[in-house]
């Protein structure tokens, strides 16, 4: 492929995903990698290892904002991401010995349960999450936070619940993240908002401050291994950083129930394709 062909396509494709991902709070990565992989023939580790660099753009551009808005509980995010960098450390190492089909196949069958009991919860009832108090551990943390909901015109307070289980799969969230160069954001908003009772836009945003973290831990290691290609990295980051600064511009305008169903048909559309990829279809 001709290299300004290839880097105009690398660039609009990561321009779309970091849209995408700093408004639903997934880094970009869960579409970016399968785009790069199945529409430009990039390898999946070198793929994983350009969509890790992005993802830190995502989280810089994305997570300014969030924050300036009052949307990232911080806390929360902090204490979750102790878990989850340990996690990325270790499916960053992972990587040399695990093959694409079996990375596949992983990928696919996390964002099919990811989708799934998201789905299964946005059906109890007309908002984006369950409202409860603090469990003990994050009433002694301070876990609970509040934000301005402008499409709802209203102030959410909300606390969280499941506090270890959800500290345990934000490890989960970290090895998938060191695994396949997503960020996390596919785990760790669904952990947060179906495992905690974390309002839809709470979880977005304190995700995009996560993934920041997150990736950083893995993209050295990524480095190291020799799987980040300058001139597919490039043309990517550029992308996804303008991307991101336009996707998280809307999140606060739109309710969470639509948000949340966005999500599930994004993360169903790319778990078929990743899972009929790895069985060799």
Avoid: H
């Avoid at 639903?24 to 023939?41: C, Y």
């Avoid at 990587?95 to 696919?108: A, C, E, K, N, R």
Wanted: one cysteine or more.
């Amino acid at each position: 492929m001709v290299l300004p062909v290839f880097t105009l396509q690398a660039f609009i494709i990561s321009l779309a995903t970091g849209a995408v991902g700093a408004l639903l709070g997934l880094g970009g990565g869960v579409f970016m990698v399968p785009l790069l992989v199945f529409l430009l023939g990039v390898p999946l580790q070198v793929a994983a290892g350009a969509s890790i660099l992005a993802v830190l753009a995502t989280s810089i551009a994305a997570a300014s904002k969030y924050v300036k808005d009052d949307m990232t509980n911080l806390r929360l995010g902090l204490f979750l991401e102790l878990a989850t960098t340990v996690g990325a450390l270790t499916g960053a190492f992972t990587v040399p010995f695990v093959s694409d089909q079996i990375l596949s196949l992983v990928f696919g069958l996390t964002l099919v349960y990811a989708a799934e009991t998201m789905f299964k919860q946005i059906r109890k009832g007309g908002r984006s999450w369950v409202q409860v108090p603090n469990d003990g551990l994050a009433e002694r943390l301070k876990l609970g936070s509040s934000y301005y909901d402008t499409a709802r015109g209203e102030t959410i307070e909300y606390g969280v619940s499941r506090t270890p289980a959800t500290f345990g799969i934000s490890y989960v969230a970290g090895v998938i993240s060191g695994l396949l160069g997503i960020g996390g954001g596919a785990v760790k908003v669904p952990a947060m908002n179906v495992v905690g009772n974390i309002p839809m836009k709470a979880a977005v945003a304190t995700s995009n401050f996560m993934i920041g973290v997150t990736a950083a831990a893995g993209a050295l290691v990524y480095i190291r291994n020799q799987y980040c290609d300058a001139f597919i990295a490039a043309p990517v980051v550029l992308g996804t950083l303008i991307g991101a600064s336009i996707g998280a511009r809307f999140t606060n305008r739109v309710k969470g129930v639509a948000l949340k169903k966005t999500f599930i048909v994004m993360l169903f559309i790319v778990a078929v394709r990743m899972i009929l990829s790895g069985v060799g279809i």
